[in-house]
């Protein structure tokens, strides 16, 4: 019995590297239709006993009728020759098209003044410094306003001992709120 199973382990291990003879596959589909496998094995494994059968050979005269099908000659007519032009000036075409876009997109562009007036452009940048500066100072603005907070930490005590009794209070209040729930009927005059 565990020698059957140690055969069965070796081939398989063989069988899925691709080592096996055909007299080893059949001694393997053998070993997987004995019915003292356990079931964890058949199910893992069962299925290469049930392998299908050898696959036929062609018939007489398959190749040749493949070769009739697979092999058919073109015919080129005035027609078809017209075609085929059309076919190979629209190519070029298209190429010709694509390597100019192309040639477009990458050729360097100098680049150019947006105001021909110096003097415009200078008052139009000293608008946006300007602008820039003014936010920048109304932003520092605030920050000073936290930092004269953190300079006073008296203060910062002072907000939080108030802040202590005020949620003290609330939780008070919300006890009550719990002990008697509020009525949803409202009088209307």
Do not use: C
Not at 131 to 156: I, W, Y
């Amino acid at each position: 019995m565990a020698m059957e199973h140690e055969r069965l382990r070796e081939l398989l291990g063989k069988y899925f590297e691709g080592l096996t003879s055909e007299d080893e596959e059949l001694l393997l589909k053998e070993l997987l239709n004995t019915g003292s496998l356990p079931d964890a094995v058949k199910d893992e494994y069962g299925y290469l006993a049930f392998t299908a059968a050898k696959i036929p050979e062609p018939s007489a005269g398959f190749e040749s009728r493949l070769e009739e099908v697979t092999h058919l000659t073109a015919d080129i007519t005035p027609q078809n020759k017209g075609k085929r032009w059309l076919t190979i000036s629209g190519t070029v075409a298209a190429v010709a098209a694509a390597i100019w876009i192309i040639s477009a997109i990458l050729q360097k562009k100098e680049g150019r003044d947006t105001y021909s007036d110096p003097l415009m452009a200078m008052a139009e940048v000293r608008t946006v410094l300007l602008n820039v500066s003014d936010k920048m100072n109304a932003g520092t603005a605030q920050l000073q306003m936290v930092g004269n907070f953190a300079d006073r930490p008296d203060e910062l005590r002072g907000l939080a001992t108030i802040n202590e009794l005020v949620g003290k209070n609330l939780s008070r209040l919300r006890y009550l709120g719990e002990l008697a729930p509020p009525d949803n009927d409202t009088e209307t005059d």
